[in-house]
Every structure is written in structure tokens, then in C-alpha cells.
């Protein structure tokens, strides 16, 4: 049988089309780059959060922290299933991992500290207040981040500086705090403040971790 040139049957694929059939039968590639900056808005939400707390929110506030935090929890295993089932990232997978894992320490820190409060009867101070509008600005600017990553690597890299720059100043509200509790006579009250203010720093060092990977991240795609 002869082919006719006209006949569409005739006509042979384009070669990208041949190449790339197999693509069709390959599930969808979840969008984990999406996935993180999902967990980014979460954590953003606890750490806005945890700012009304220390403003004296009071027990809606610490709700809305632990819901965050249960929130975050369930982003992180959705972005971690994601991983497992990708064939390829846009991202290094160990890097995801890991800007996951310290993203989710964030949340995780503000939620104990929380807690702790509760169990002492603790009242946040203008220096709980100040600390916490610092690490909430900050992690703002990790969610920045991500959704720079796959279109300004660049600008990315320039919001976790951002991120770094803002809860470093949690340290020097932490020592004017820490200088203030010499006045106070009252020694559960001195203790539990002091254990309270550390764990405002606790946060401040996650945040600049996530932020010190997402350099990282930024560096390795150059």
C-alpha cells in the first residue's frame, strides 16, 4: 500500500513529541516549591500569632498558636509525602527537607514557649512584645524567601538576610530584659522570666537558621 504525502498517518511525529510521550503516563510532578511556602504562610500565621500573645492576647491568642502549630505539622508531612513521590525538584530535595524541618522547629519553639508561660502564670513584658514583633517580621521575610526561589534566587537570598537582620536584635532586647529582672525582688517571678526570655531567643536562633539554608539553597543554584 502506498502512503499518500498527505495523509496525516503518514506524517511522522516531531521529534520532541516522540521524545517526550512516556511524560504522559508520569503522574502529575507536585509543585513542592508551593508546598513549602504553603508551610511558610502557617508559620507565618503562629508567629503572628504568638506577636498578639506577647502583646497580651491572652488565651485566644495561645489557641490560635497551638492551632498554627498543628497546622504547620500537617504542612510539613504534605510537602514530605511530596518529596517522596517526586521524581525530580526544581530544589534540591535534602535542601527542602531541612528548610522544612528548621521551618517547622519555629513554630514549635513559639508554641513551648507559649506553654511555659501558661504553666508559670507569666505576663508578657514590652520586652516579650518588642522580641516577638521582631521574630514575627522575621519569619515574614522566610516566607518571602520561598516564594522568590524558583523565579529571583537573588531576592531570596536578600530576604533571609532580612529575616537575620530583624530577630538579631532579639538578643540585645533579650540583655535589656535581663538587665531590668535585677530589680525584681520576687525570685519565682525573676526565674520564670528568665526562662521565659530564653525561649524567645530560642526562636530568634531557628528563624536565623532557616534563614542561613535558604542562603545556602540560593548559593548552590548560582
Known sequence: MTEHPDDPASVPAPKSARRHWWRLLLPAAP??????????EVSVRGLDAFEAWSHGGGPAAAAAVRSAQHAAYRARR?????????????????DLYVLSERLDRIVNEARNTVREGEILAWTPS?????????????????????ALLSTDPENAGRQADAASDAVHHVERDYREAMAELLQVDDLR???????LYRRYLHVAEAIIAVADRLWYVVLRAA
Open 189 to 195: 517571678a525573676l526565674l520564670a522570666a528568665q526562662d
Open 31 to 40: 509543585d513542592v516549591l508551593s508546598l513549602l511556602v504553603a508551610q511558610g
Open 78 to 94: 504534605e510537602l514530605l509525602e511530596a518529596l517522596q513521590s517526586a521524581l525530580s525538584t526544581p530544589v534540591d530535595q535534602e
Open 126 to 146: 514590652v520586652h516579650a512584645a518588642r522580641m516577638a514583633e521582631r521574630l514575627a517580621a522575621g519569619t515574614r521575610a522566610l516566607l518571602a524567601g520561598f
